[in-house]
């Protein structure tokens, strides 16, 4: 079975200041999806990126980029230029090529704290 | 567009007691996906419909907690009798098709058992 881990519980970065959360994931599999998901206190969660493992270029979304290492089954996301709103809890997701869009095996998350 | 729907957005009960939360996904969404979310832990699938049928139910402990989604639209979880370890969000997520595409989510329903 696929395990994702975020070793990292919670972090804190100060405001325009760039923070890197880390996520390490086990699989057998060839192709797959890797997702980063913020959900703030509100409760709404929301797809910050997405990677695709068969793609070498590390998928970017504006202050959000990642550093996909695939032999090393590591998938970190780096924000850039941290803003309070940022502020957040952010989980890592695996999942398997050509599966339900809601069949992804998530993280326990890594608590954002971004100072001003 | 309007996003996936939710209520109740919290809801406390006593033990034993049954609790029922409702889902509306985002209108032409065929598919329809109920989590929990323990405190501290990523969401866990609990069921997956597509349309009005149960595509996966594997995760879901059928001895208390039940689901249906009448007419393929709005969907609604409930959990009789509630135990402690019941305590969580209850996250609803939609999608347009099944493979290869993103899931939205609900707010949640933070449910609490006394």
């Known amino acids: 079975a696929q395990t994702v881990t975020q070793s990292q519980p919670e972090m804190s970065v100060q405001e325009a200041e760039t923070v890197t959360l880390s996520c390490t994931y086990d699989?057998?599999?060839?192709?797959?999806?890797l997702f980063w998901y913020k959900q703030p206190p509100s409760r709404q969660m929301i797809l910050v990126i997405r990677?695709?493992?068969?793609?070498?270029q590390n998928a970017t979304e504006n202050r959000f980029s990642v550093n996909f290492q695939k032999a090393a089954k590591s998938f970190s996301l780096k924000i850039s230029d941290s803003q309070l709103g940022d502020a957040a809890m952010y989980f890592c997701?695996?999942?398997?090529?050509?599966?339900?869009?809601?069949?992804?095996?998530f993280g326990d998350g890594t608590t954002l704290t971004v100072k001003p | 567009e309007a996003g996936v729907a939710q209520s109740p957005r919290y809801k406390i009960i006593e033990k034993r007691q049954s609790v029922a939360f409702w889902c509306n996904p985002i209108?032409?969404?065929?598919?329809l996906y109920w989590y929990q979310q323990i405190l501290g832990q990523g969401p866990k699938l609990l069921i997956q419909?597509?349309?009005?049928?149960?595509?996966?139910d594997s995760q879901l402990p059928k001895d208390r907690f039940s689901a249906e989604r009448l007419k393929g639209v709005d969907s609604t979880l409930k959990i009789q009798p509630a135990k402690l370890e019941d305590s969580a969000v209850y996250l609803c997520?939609?999608?347009?098709?099944?493979?290869?595409?993103?899931?939205?989510f609900g707010q949640g329903t933070r449910l609490t058992v006394v």
């Open positions: 997520a939609s999608s347009l098709d099944s493979l290869n595409t993103e899931a939205f």
């Open positions: 419909f597509q349309n009005n049928g149960v595509v996966d």
């Open positions: 209108s032409g969404h065929a598919t």
């Open positions: 997701a695996y999942r398997r090529y050509n599966t339900n869009a809601g069949k992804s095996t």
């Open positions: 990677q695709e493992a068969y793609k070498q």
């Open positions: 699989t057998s599999e060839s192709d797959y999806y």
